[in-house]
């Protein structure tokens, strides 16, 4: 029986990607407890190509297609094919440590049928040390900070698809990730706050690690502060009671 489908939706990212697959199928733990599903939100270079080639390489990777593009929605796509009893949720950038999926494991064993299991998330010494790079960075280590100061106290809005896990029954119960969203940033929030009205437990696995290669200029950090705005107005809309503690996603100087 599969325990852990680990969830991994991209875009044009073939070469960072590679390293991604690679790091998760080399855990520790015993091969046939997990799955690696990877969701091509509509790629337009040759990551869906090789993708299907490296599929027939691993039984424990699959691949599909999203039909609907989106964040969301290529989540709510692995959601529909996970095979595991919990769904872990990683991004297309981020490289995790060999013990990685044991840790989601224990975690939840330990925490209970309505856990949702934070990972750890640092910056990778690969990292070319950019302007961008060093701002994308700096902004991931405050999150992470408050993610650590908060400890098994974490609330919804540390939700993050980076990291996270949580089990697939529950995960359907509540219907998934909220396809409202087509852009960057709030989705994840979102799903947080119905997992908490749910019952959900929120607790950080500093085990479960993973490192984020950052790869971004100064045009993406630009649009994606764009599309978090539209996010955030859909986000405020669903959970108006919010509107206090929800920070912006990006520090804007004198704003």
Request: proline residues 5%; hydrophobic residues 40%.
């Amino acid at each position: 029986m599969i325990t852990l489908s680990v969830v991994v939706p991209t875009y044009n990212r073939r070469e960072v990607l590679q390293r991604t697959i690679r790091c998760l199928l080399e855990q520790t733990c015993d091969s046939g407890e997990y799955e690696v599903l990877v969701v091509d939100d509509q790629s337009t270079d040759d990551t869906l190509a090789w993708l299907q080639e490296a599929e027939k390489t691993d039984s424990r990777l699959r691949v599909f297609p999203n039909p609907s593009k989106g964040r969301a929605q290529a989540r709510n796509t692995g959601l529909r094919a996970a095979q595991g009893k919990y769904l872990c949720f990683v991004d297309d950038d981020v490289w995790v440590v060999p013990g990685f999926v044991q840790a989601h494991c224990e975690a939840h064993q330990a925490a209970g049928e309505k856990a949702v299991v934070v990972g750890a998330l640092g910056k990778c010494p690969e990292t070319e040390p950019t302007l961008p790079n060093a701002y994308e960075d700096e902004r991931l280590a405050r999150v992470e900070r408050r993610i650590q100061q908060a400890g098994d106290n974490l609330d919804a809005g540390f939700f993050r698809t980076g990291n996270a896990s949580v089990s697939r029954e529950f995960l359907q119960e509540i219907g998934g990730f909220c396809e409202k969203f087509r852009g960057y940033s709030y989705e994840d929030s979102e799903l947080g706050y119905r997992l908490m009205a749910s019952g959900a437990k929120f607790v950080y696995a500093p085990e479960a690690a993973g490192v984020h290669f950052t790869q971004i200029s100064l045009a993406s950090i630009l649009r994606k502060s764009t599309e978090a705005g539209r996010s955030a107005v859909t986000f405020l809309r669903l959970w108006p009671e919010a509107a206090g503690p929800v920070p912006a996603p990006f520090v804007v100087p004198g704003v």
